[in-house]
């Protein structure tokens, strides 16, 4: 095999890596970067190659972009793709490795698609492959990708039970966003559980998780877990104060969604104290700003429920406290990220 050759697929993996490095935070640059290593894929010289090689790479790519097309919520256009990788992996030497790859990116889609027992049986076969390769760090990947859907499909005590036994198999060097990723899912099903002073205890170890990050949103995704923690506490101005700072890095960085999830947050916040006005008016702010940006028409919906609710006499506090609790539950859904 040529130089050229060479070059042209050590291309194409570092393109992949580039995706993959963007997959916590950027969807769109993940997007571009899988997009162009599935255009290089395509040029491939099968006789330069051979088919195995051309296959087996273009295999890859394909389950890598569907993954990417995942991640930006591009459900209908990650199928397609899925469905390319299947179709190359056949044609191809059959590597279990890459069947394993392909089977954990398949694994993700289903959950986004709300198959759960599907995807968390197919996390099974992941991680007793990659155990019976003696690949600790691959197997609890599986673990941990599986704590968390699980948590997701209403399951969290279960979820943190599996999260945990994946922590104990990961290599932090290797993957040390995933590790983040895996911390965070813990604090934060424990925080939808009440167990506040449990996640303050913890909160000095993990910092430097957060802290070792070279972009602002890990930290700011932990400003949000301490306003929850603060809320929760009853330590209203400290948590106020964080969630501001949240909400504002997070419309900075314009990412809607975790903006418009920690806004609800301070509605919760501000209703207990009894701050309605303020409540219905985020309420509208949130109703114009998804109107803009086209999200979520049953949000929107379930926004304008909120306003109303505030509207009503007597004060309605247990009716504002369930718009809030179903426009959460939405937004979780629709701007839910898996790693």
Same mark, same amino acid.
């Given at each position: 095999?040529s130089n050229?050759?060479?070059d042209d697929?050590?291309r194409?993996?570092? !393109? +992949? ?6 997959r916590?935070?950027r $969807?769109?640059? #993940?997007v @571009?970067a ?9 040029h491939?010289?099968?006789?330069r190659y051979?088919e195995?090689?051309v &296959? %087996? ?5 394909w ?5 990417a @097309? ?7 256009l ?21 069947l ?5 990116r !398949? *694994? ?12 968390? *049986?197919?996390?099974d076969?992941?991680? &007793?492959?990659?155990r ?16 968390? @859907?699980m948590a997701?499909?209403?399951?969290? %005590?279960r979820?943190?039970?599996t999260?945990c036994d994946? !922590?104990?198999?990961?290599? $932090? ?6 590790t983040l ?5 813990l ?5 939808? #559980?009440?167990?506040? %002073? ?7 170890? /993990?910092?430097?998780? @957060? ?5 602002r949103?890990? +930290?700011?995704r ?10 929760g ?6 948590g106020?104060?964080?969630?501001q ?9 314009? +990412?809607a969604?975790?903006?418009s999830?920690v806004?609800l947050?301070?509605a ?7 701050? +309605?006005?303020e /409540?219905?008016?985020?309420?509208e702010e949130?109703i114009a700003?998804?109107?803009r940006?086209? =999200?979520?028409?049953?949000a929107?919906?379930?926004? =304008? ?5 505030c509207e #009503?006499?007597g004060?309605? =506090?247990?009716? =504002?406290?369930?718009a809030i ?10 701007g839910s990220?898996?790693p």
């Open positions: 095999m050229d050759s060479r697929l050590a194409i993996h570092l !393109l +992949l890596d580039r995706s993959q490095a963007q916590y935070d $969807p769109a640059e #993940m @571009y899988a997009e162009l290593a599935q255009a290089s894929a395509a491939l010289d099968v006789e051979g195995t090689t &296959a %087996d790479t273009r295999a890859r790519v389950a890598e972009l569907a993954n @097309y995942r991640v930006a919520d591009a459900l209908g990650a199928e397609g793709a899925m469905n390319q990788a299947f179709g190359y992996f056949k044609a191809g030497s059959g590597d279990p490795e890459l394993a790859l392909i089977a954990d !398949l *694994a993700s889609l289903l959950c986004h698609l709300r198959r759960f027992p599907e995807a968390l *049986a197919l996390l076969h992941v991680f &007793a492959f990659y019976a390769r003696g690949e600790s760090h691959l197997a609890g990947r599986a673990l941990v990708t599986k704590g968390l @859907y997701n499909s209403g399951d969290p %005590d979820g943190v039970l999260t994946g !922590l104990d198999l990961l290599d $932090p060097q290797r993957e040390p966003l995933l990723a895996a911390v965070h899912n604090l934060w099903v424990a925080t939808e #559980m009440g167990r506040f %002073d449990l996640v303050r205890r913890f909160l000095p170890a /993990v910092r430097p998780l @957060y802290d070792a990050q070279p972009n949103l890990a +930290l700011l932990l400003r949000w877990i301490e306003g929850r923690v603060a809320a506490l009853g330590e209203t101005p400290e106020e104060a964080l969630f700072e949240a909400r504002a890095g997070f419309d900075e960085a314009g +990412l969604f975790p903006a999830m806004a947050d301070l919760l916040l501000w209703l207990g104290e009894g701050r +309605l006005a /409540v219905k008016s985020l309420a949130l700003s998804f109107q940006l086209r =999200i979520g028409r049953e929107i919906v379930s926004l =304008i429920m909120l306003r109303r609710a #009503m006499e004060q309605a =506090i247990e009716k =504002i406290r369930e609790a179903k426009t959460t539950a939405i937004l979780q859904e629709l990220r898996k």
